[in-house]
Structures are given as C-alpha cells and as structure tokens.
C-alpha cells in the first residue's frame, strides 16, 4: 500500500450532533460513518498524503485488516486515492446522440391578461394581440413527441402561454386527441399547466379535476407582494380577484395537490411572511421560490444583499421543515422538497433540468425551443415539428454544458446537485445558456450544504418519512 490523498471534491461532511454523516458527491449518497472512518478521514485532513507509517496507530488501535478494509472502500468511493493515480472527479462527458424526450410544452397563446411587470416572456403580448397556436400545431407537436421517443410507457404535455387559459378551446381539444391517442398505444398521457388564477370558474376546475391536470397557480404573497408587479393591462394590482380563484379551486379541486409558484423580485425577499400566507391561510400544498429570470436584469432583480437575505429566510423555513418532518408531517416548502427529493433518490443531476433532453417547448410556429422561458426569445431554435429535433446543434448544446472542464463547476462540491444553474437564469444574466450561474455559487452550496443537514437528521431520526411524503410527490 503506497502513499494516498483525500480527494476532496468527492465528499463532504456533516456533523449531527455527536453523529458524522459522509455525503458521497457523485452518486449524491449518504453513509454515517462509524468511529474507525472518521478517525481516517481526520488522518488525511491533517496530511496532504497518508503514507502506511501514519496508519501504524490505526493498526494498532483497530487491526490493520480493518483499517485497510475501509480505506478499500473508501477508494471504491474514489474519495481517497493512492497518490500515483489521478482521482475520478467528473464522469467523462460522452457524445450525446439520443434524446428521451418525454414532456413537450406547448405555448398555447403569446397574449396574458396580466402585465406583470417582471416577466421574462420576450413574445408576451396583450389579449387583443395575443397569437395563438393552432390545433394543427399542437397535434403535430404530439405526434413529433411520439416520433421522437415511442414507446415510453408515460408522456407528458404541458400548457403555457401568455395565459394558458385564454386558449381553452385548444386545451380541450388537445386533451380529448392526447387521452384517445395515447390509450391506443397503451401510455399514460399527463396535463400540467401554470396560470395566474384568474380565468378560472367552476366549470373550469371541474373539467380540469376530470382529466387529473397538475396545477400550479402564479401568485406571490399577500396583496402588498402581490400587487406591486401582478398587475392588469391596465395596471390595477390583482390579488383580490385571485385570491377569490384559489380559495374556489382549493375547495373543489380534488384529483391532486395544488402547488403555489412564487416569483421573488427586488424588494421581495420576505419568504417566511409569504410561505405562511399561502401555505397556511390560503391552503396551497406546496409553495415554491424561484427569483425573478427578467431580461431587464437592472429593474427587477434581487441585489447579492437581498438573495442573500432569501437563501436566510429559506433556512428558516428549512428548520421549520426539519422540525415538522421529525414529527411525521410534511410542512409543503417545495425547494426543501425538491431538494431532499433529489438526494433521496440519488439522483445525479449532470444537467440542471430535463430541457434539451427530456422536455422541449413548441412555440405557436412549431419551433423547438430550448424550454418554454426561451419562446420568443433571440436564441436560435432546436429544430421544429415538422422536421423533428435538430439533433446536431442541440448536441452540440447539451455537449457544451455537461463539459465542466475549466469552469467553476469541476470541483464544485454541489455539482451533481446544482448542475451550474438555470439555462435561461444564464441566458439572462450572462446571454449565454451555456454559462454556469456564478452569481448564486456562494450562497447554493451553503443552501444544499443545510439540506445534507436536514436529509442526514431525518434518516437518522425518522426515515420512514420518506417513503410517507417524498416518494409519493412524484405521482402527485
């Protein structure tokens, strides 16, 4: 046994009370680690390489088998190395030529009865003008789905807009083809669609209960959050007239659990005060924060002093979370959620979401988008629905993004977990989609850092909480 290194990009620790948890970073696992690997990993904290005459207290204090057959394991983990070999940090990125896509998005209509002063929609347009796709497109977006990947057992169709439902002659349309289409060939066919409430009637919410849409409402906290930036055309604020909505499709809505999606724009950055308010008054499932993606990034958003003051606040309702999990409650805070979710599962996220892979966004022409934040904007297409997927050029883009070499990412502790950001969140800041997030490395790892925390004291402390609230969200 020669001279060995910690490879410290592959791990990192949490102490949990008198507990240590390791968290494996490249398959996003977590082990506790018994008091022999503790002892070790303290070892190569204090050296640059550990050499056999260092190990000698080890053998004595535990046998030399024991220690030999941990530091086995711990190479296995690749989270110590033997000096003359180079450590795996990044799987090699491979050529990608195959694109599962499952879920096509499709922008149904360019015109919002809203103008919500921050939104990121470049072809947004007011109801007069709104450009609404046609069934022909639509159809012909389902059918490149299939094209593209047949024979998966489930799909998923996403509406958008503009105001999605300001074209419900199309949704209706498109759900009675999907669910006809779809039985034939034996595969589920799923509806997601986010709206700003207020269109919504109680024959609305009864059909949209019939066909199990997966819904999420746009709103932003209590009215003096809301209506500073969700106003009408005519710049009146619009709480009043959604909180009415909600509180109807929460009382009648009965197939899934209603998620709350809330933008934070400067001078919002109070996410407790808005967590309670939908969460508890107004009776949202779940409530998730997400800052403003603008392209007047000099209007609209947060200063490093104001994400820094949200990433807190999300702290705090990560405590609250902890707490409420101890118990065996979900408390619906989605980024903890989503968070624990992906740890749960092991998931090892080599791209920040699935657009480009899994999903892509037809605008009202046909084309391929990069995700439904990109239609209308100046960033070319991905092929259309006619022709299918452009596989060269979005190759050459997903390529370009899980090559983390001589960026920040490549020995970034949080990289399978992060992934460098939001693609149009770079496209905005940077005008590259390419571009890892910078502006929000500090603060993301201190974030995922806290939920390795709080996943390290539910396994330990009640881990049939996982099975009772996480592993269901996915069918939910």
């Known amino acids: 046994m020669g001279n060995m290194t910690l490879v410290k990009p592959n791990l990192h620790r949490v102490d949990v009370d008198a507990r240590q948890m390791l968290f494996h970073i490249p398959s996003s696992s977590l082990f506790e680690l018994d008091g022999l690997s503790r002892e070790l990993l303290a070892l190569f904290d204090q050296h640059d390489q550990v050499s056999p005459e260092l190990l000698h207290p080890l053998f004595v204090r535990y046998g030399q088998s024991d220690v030999e057959e941990v530091l086995s394991e711990l190479s296995i983990l690749e989270v110590v190395s033997d000096v003359s070999r180079v450590a795996r940090i990044n799987t090699v990125p491979q050529k990608v030529t195959q694109f599962p896509l499952t879920t096509v998005v ?197 200063t490093q002093e104001e994400l820094a003051e949200v990433f807190a606040g999300m702290k705090r309702l990560g405590r609250r979370y902890l707490q409420e999990a101890l118990a065996g409650r979900n408390l619906g805070f989605g980024n903890m959620h989503q968070l624990l979710t992906d740890m749960n599962e092991g998931n090892k996220k080599l791209l920040p979401c699935g657009a480009g892979v899994g999903l892509l966004a037809v605008d009202k022409d046909g084309g391929l988008n990069l995700c439904h934040r990109f239609t209308g904007s100046d960033l070319p297409l991905f092929g259309d629905v006619d022709k299918g997927i452009d596989k060269p050029r979005l190759a050459e883009f997903v390529e370009q993004r899980l090559d983390r070499s001589n960026t920040g990412c490549e020995t970034c502790r949080i990289r399978n977990l992060c992934s460098g950001g939001c693609y149009h969140e770079s496209y905005a800041k940077y005008g590259d989609p390419a571009h890892p997030s910078y502006h929000y490395c500090d603060l993301m790892r201190d974030w995922v850092d806290y939920g390795v925390e709080v996943y390290s004291r539910i396994m330990l402390e009640n881990p049939g909480f996982f099975a009772a609230h996480v592993t269901p969200r996915r069918s939910a």
């Open 106 to 302: 499709l922008n149904v209509n360019t015109g919002c009865n809203l103008s919500c002063t921050y939104c990121y929609k470049e072809d947004l347009t007011t109801p007069s003008k709104g450009q609404k796709m046609g069934y022909d497109v639509a159809i012909k977006s389902i059918e490149m789905l299939l094209r593209e990947s047949p024979n998966q057992p489930s799909y998923h169709v996403v509406f958008f807009g503009g105001e999605p439902l300001s074209n419900m002659p199309l949704l209706r349309d498109v759900v009675d083809y999907c669910e006809k289409r779809f039985a034939d060939l034996n595969a589920e066919v799923d509806f997601t669609l986010t709206t700003n409430a207020t269109l919504l009637t109680e024959e609305l919410i009864d059909w949209f209960d019939q066909h199990r849409f997966g819904l999420t409402i746009s709103m932003d906290g209590p009215k003096a959050m809301h209506d500073k930036n969700r106003i009408t055309v005519g710049g009146q604020g619009t709480y009043d007239v959604v909180r009415k909505k909600v509180e109807l499709l929460l009382s009648r809505y009965k197939s899934r659990p209603v998620g709350c999606r809330v933008t934070l724009t400067r001078g919002v950055t109070d996410v407790e005060r808005i967590f309670d308010h939908l969460f508890d008054e107004l009776g949202f499932a779940e409530v998730g924060f997400g800052p403003v993606t603008s392209g007047d990034i000099s209007d609209f958003n947060l």
